[in-house]
């Protein structure tokens, strides 16, 4: 279908040469189109008026491109007959917030989980993030640059939002909550397990583990020497599996 709000950010020769949309720039290209590519159509009987943008739902196929078009159906069109848009490549740094678009090789991730860039080694499999949004929060995973995508300034906004609301519908509950977050962070980069955390501060590996979740309290006696003996350990660089 026809996308609404894609803004024009510059032109050359009277030719868009990028947009942005939801949050998202794309840059005019004369590449092969991908799944999620941006295209301009030309001509109005490309099932769609001319000057609409749609997105690419199928790659090239003998070099056309196919969309859904206004006519509810699958469009074919040759490449000259659409201006091809693609995702501004920019690298995701550490400290930025991504969404998970493939989670296939990852069991505890779903696609939509939100995680925090950690670490970028550059290798092909370049970055250690943490979730912080899905059922697995606060573990960290190592990720591809294909598996993840900046999240949009729709999405960074509600992600600030619903953290203002919770701070202030949970008040000091959320300090506590973010204690528990860096804590998991920190015994992560010390190659620290919870059943070796849970021994030293006496308590049991469920009981531990329900702490972090929120399911259950530690006495104070016990998280001091919890936070003791995990900062007191140096971190260390995680070897991929």
Request: proline share 1%; net charge negative.
């Amino acid at each position: 279908m026809k996308l609404e709000n894609v803004k024009t950010l510059d032109m050359k020769d009277g030719k868009i040469t990028k947009v942005e949309y939801e949050g998202v720039e794309y840059e005019f290209v004369e590449k092969d189109a991908t799944v999620g590519d941006l295209v301009l159509v030309k001509n109005n009987y490309l099932g769609g008026d001319a000057c609409s943008f749609f997105k690419v739902d199928e790659g090239c196929l003998c070099g056309d491109i196919h969309f859904i078009g206004d006519n509810d159906c699958m469009n074919t069109a040759e490449s000259d007959e659409v201006d091809l848009f693609k995702k501004k490549n920019t690298r995701l740094k550490i400290g930025d917030y991504a969404k998970v678009v493939n989670a296939f090789k990852h069991v505890d991730v779903d696609e939509g989980d939100i995680v925090e860039i950690l670490r970028d080694d550059q290798s092909s499999n370049p970055f250690e993030c943490v979730i912080i949004f899905g059922k697995s929060r606060s573990e960290c995973i190592w990720a591809k640059e294909s598996e993840l995508v900046l999240v949009t300034d729709s999405e960074f906004e509600a992600i600030r939002k619903t953290k203002a609301k919770y701070r202030l519908e949970s008040g000091k509950k959320i300090a506590k909550s973010d204690e528990r977050f860096e804590l998991r962070k920190a015994m992560h980069k010390r190659r620290i397990t919870q059943v070796e955390a849970a021994k030293h501060c006496g308590c049991t590996q469920s009981h531990l583990s329900k702490y972090f979740t929120f399911e259950c309290e530690i006495s104070k006696e016990k998280l001091n020497r919890l936070v003791e003996f995990v900062y007191s350990r140096p971190e260390l660089l995680w070897k991929k599996k």
